[in-house]
């Protein structure tokens, strides 16, 4: 077969890989956050927006020195400099969110793995029980069926 993937290989792997606790069916996704602007009321935090990126105040400041180094040493306030020198403070929400669909653990860790600059820091795999999706069980439980893994499929869910 020339090393590709079979449906019987995919279906093992589902059965037999690491359930994490969590009733068959099961399918990863990658959990990760993003920052929504918010008022500050309702904040997690802020950063300094400057430019088409963000930065936090000790980067702002090192930015700004670089043209000008003796102008924090002429005020009172840091964050007065920073607003004058153009910088906007924004306020933001951390969520998270989920993205992609994977079978099994180990093509959900590959993506990941191929694909982190897409991802933040904290990105990792989560596993999702299709919650009473009967369709979605009968659906895997047909194709275990097919290549001779009904009774395993039963006894894991």
Not at 69 to 74: A, H, K, V
Not at 116 to 124: D, I, P
Not at 125 to 130: L, M
Request: proline share 2%; net charge negative.
């Amino acid at each position: 077969m020339n090393g590709e993937l079979t449906i019987k290989d995919v279906i093992t792997k589902m059965i037999c890989q690491n359930n994490r606790c969590t009733r068959l069916p099961i399918y990863y996704q990658i959990e990760d956050e993003e920052e929504l602007p918010t008022a500050e009321e309702y904040s997690d935090g802020w950063h300094w927006y400057f430019d088409d990126d963000t930065y936090d105040s000790d980067e702002a400041k090192d930015l700004i020195k670089e043209d000008n180094p003796s102008l924090f040493d002429e005020c009172e306030s840091d964050e007065e400099v920073i607003e004058d020198y153009g910088f906007t403070k924004v306020f933001y929400l951390k969520r998270k969110v989920y993205k992609g669909m994977f079978l099994t653990e180990e093509s959900a860790e590959n993506h990941l793995k191929s694909n982190r600059y897409h991802y933040g820091e904290n990105a990792r795999t989560y596993v999702f029980h299709a919650w009473r999706n009967k369709e979605l069980e009968d659906f895997f439980q047909a194709i275990a069926n097919m290549v001779g893994l009904g009774e395993e499929l039963k006894k894991r869910t």
